[in-house]
């Protein structure tokens, strides 16, 4: 089945370890790819989005991600965590056959621990 | 600049009542607009989508409607409220480039 999936559902690290946020997809065609953060009670501030060319993505708040056409992969990545990066974080994509629709992955909550 | 507006931000009601949550967007034309739950737990599910104005896509079976009266805003409703709806609801209109771009949430609690 199409789908977006986050096999992580939680992740704890300590604050200043490296990141590694998994997220696989499961289209015919490469679909555009997302990540978001949510912090507890708001709403979904985009952090990157892949559509096409340089597989690796700088975006906000100093995360990356790198896009894997091999693995149909985009997994998110920081070098450093600060406390501050604790929050849900879900992938997306819009399916090349749907247009309109922005799909989400069940989400991986980061915990980082002092 | 473009913004969403989506109130109320928690909305306690009783199972059996009516829903009405409203969301607007403004600084722009003839957008998509989308509504999402998130359910305790879970991920973000689509629930509709329009395209235009009367114009709605429904993705999941479910006790909720949609309407879309005006060109900005976005509707979602139900005539009799289910303990399952509660959740946090999530309204997002797509601008150009697919850049997708949420409010703040309504927050369902139905007891």
């Known amino acids: 089945a199409q789908s977006v999936t986050q096999p992580d559902i939680h992740i704890t690290v300590s604050e200043g370890a490296s990141l590694e946020l998994r997220c696989n997809y499961s289209y015919g065609a490469t679909p555009y790819l997302f990540w978001y953060v949510q912090s507890p009670g708001q709403g979904l501030q985009l952090l990157l989005k892949?559509?096409?060319?340089?597989?690796l993505v700088q975006g906000i708040k100093g995360f990356e991600a790198e896009f894997k056409r091999s693995q149909s992969s985009f997994n998110l990545r920081k070098p450093s965590v600060h406390w501050s990066d604790a929050a849900e974080y879900f992938c997306?994509?819009?399916?090349?056959?749907?247009?309109?629709?922005?799909?989400f992955g069940a989400g991986t909550i980061l915990r980082v621990k002092s | 600049s473009q913004t969403i507006h989506q109130w109320p931000a928690t909305l306690v009601q009783p199972v059996g009542s009516p829903l009405s949550l409203e969301c607007t967007v403004e600084g722009t034309s003839n957008p998509n607009l989308y509504w999402y739950r998130q359910a305790a737990g879970r991920g973000l599910q689509l629930l509709f989508y329009?395209?235009?104005?009367?114009?709605i896509s429904s993705e999941v079976p479910q006790n909720l409607s949609a309407s879309r009266p005006q060109d900005r805003q976005f509707i979602l409703s139900s005539k009799k409220l289910l303990l399952s709806d509660s959740g946090f609801y999530l309204c997002?209109?797509?601008?150009?480039?697919?850049?997708?771009?949420f409010g703040s949430g309504t927050r369902l609690t139905v007891v």
């Open positions: 997002a209109w797509r601008g150009g480039g697919y850049g997708y771009t």
């Open positions: 329009s395209v235009g104005i009367g114009q």
């Open positions: 997306a994509v819009v399916p090349p056959e749907y247009g309109n629709k922005l799909v």
């Open positions: 892949y559509f096409s060319g340089d597989t």
